[in-house]
């Protein structure tokens, strides 16, 4: 539900009134911290936090809040990336039991 909400709210070429938009944000945010509830690697939760507080962002009156905002979605970002490259790296690895043969 996060990814539809923030598909709604940046369709340009048919917006929703604001007031909807915020209100599509944050619960775009609330389903999208559900499920990072359920799984801390679930990486496009993560990319579509970052985008949704860049929404929220825009959607800001309040200078402050917009750069608080926008450094939230840069620490999602990362998060996104490194997670990312993490997940890649498991799959490279062999996984199941293996045997030593150092010895």
């Known amino acids: 539900m996060g990814s539809v909400d923030w598909i709604i709210v940046y369709n340009k070429n ?20 559900k499920a990072l509830a359920l799984n801390k ?6 990319s579509y936090k970052n985008l949704l507080y860049r929404e929220k962002a825009r959607l800001s ?29 498991q799959k490279k690895s062999p996984g199941g039991i293996t045997l030593d043969n150092k010895k």
């Open 14 to 33: 048919n917006p929703p009134p604001e007031e909807e938009q915020k209100k599509l944000v944050d619960e775009g945010l609330n389903f999208l911290d």
């Open 41 to 46: 690697d679930y990486e496009d939760a993560m």
């Open 61 to 89: 009156k309040d200078e402050d809040e917009k750069k608080q905002l926008i450094a939230q979605a840069d620490d999602w970002f990362n998060k996104a990336l490194e997670t990312r490259k993490k997940l890649q790296e």
